[in-house]
């Protein structure tokens, strides 16, 4: 069975700091590609970041550009989101989600975990 199991988050003042850990488990790590979402209340979900396990390409939403860092460690099957300069429209539910590198659509989802930027 496939889980990502997604933690880290939690009440930050604007300004601050926050990392994301999404790890998982029952899928080869280095064959997917992982990626952040997240979800405000009332709005759609979009995406944050991503990144290819295997050759560390990464992409970046222009919204977090230069204030998010997304990485991974293949030998702990765990993808990270280090979050900086929060501001309070980062405000959300961010969700992490697993994609073969192969597909165009996220194949596994885990749940969320909230973010909350108080200003």
């Known amino acids: 069975e496939v889980q990502l199991q997604a933690s880290g988050g939690g009440l930050v003042q604007a300004g601050g700091s926050l990392r994301l850990s999404c790890a998982a488990s029952?899928?080869?790590?280095?064959?997917?590609?992982i990626g952040w979402f997240r979800q405000a209340p009332g709005k759609e979900r979009e995406a944050v970041s991503c990144?290819?396990?295997?050759?560390?390409?990464?992409y970046y939403a222009d919204s977090v550009q230069g204030r998010f860092t997304i990485s991974s460690d293949i030998a702990k099957d765990t993808a990270y989101l280090q979050m900086n300069s929060l501001k309070p429209e980062d405000t959300a539910v961010y969700y992490c989600?697993?994609?073969?590198?192969?597909?165009?659509?996220?194949?596994?989802w885990g749940r969320g975990t909230l973010v909350t930027v108080s200003s």
């Open positions: 990144i290819a396990t295997t050759d560390g390409s990464t």
């Open positions: 029952g899928l080869t790590f280095d064959d997917y590609a």
């Open positions: 989600a697993a994609r073969i590198v192969t597909a165009t659509v996220p194949n596994y």
